[in-house]
Nanobody, 133 residues
Framework: VQLVESGGGLVQAGGSLTLSCVAS????????VGWFRQTPGKEREGVSC????????YYIDSVKGRFTISSDNAKHTVYLQMNNLKPEDTAEYYC???????????????????????????WGQGTQVTVSS
């Protein structure tokens, strides 16, 4: 399984970016995809997730109302639309996926593995998002 992120860049505060995560390989149904971010010296944190089968989503409080996660199952792609970006959103962003059958990792108002992401099996290479003030 391979995950490839794209869409990062440099943007001014208040601007927008859309990150894409394209999956390939033997990803079976009913898995969860999470977007995580990390800055130097800090633990990786999950900011949003989506259940690919049920479509459940989750957002951490600091991005609610600004970020939107969505998926295009036909294209095996998950997006993270980021609006009204703030300097504190600056980080390396990663998408990650669970193995099949674990779609419930993102359901019922939960994001299993949000802290650190150890429960997620497949990771992309990351894309840098820098927000200038």
């Amino acid at each position: 399984v391979q995950l490839v992120e794209s869409g990062g860049g440099l943007v001014q505060a208040g601007g927008s970016l859309t990150l894409s995560c394209v999956a390939s390989g033997n990803l079976y149904n009913d898995y969860a995809v999470g977007w995580f971010r990390q800055t130097p010296g800090k633990e990786r944190e999950g900011v949003s997730c989506i259940s690919r089968t049920e479509g459940d989503t989750y957002y951490i409080d600091s991005v609610k109302g600004r970020f939107t996660i969505s998926s295009d199952n036909a294209k095996h792609t998950v997006y993270l639309q980021m609006n009204n970006l703030k300097p504190e959103d600056t980080a390396e962003y990663y998408c990650a996926a669970t193995v099949g059958g674990l779609g419930y990792y993102c359901s019922g108002g939960r994001f299993v593995g949000r802290r650190g992401g150890s429960e997620y099996d497949y990771w992309g290479q990351g894309t840098q998002v820098t927000v200038s003030s």
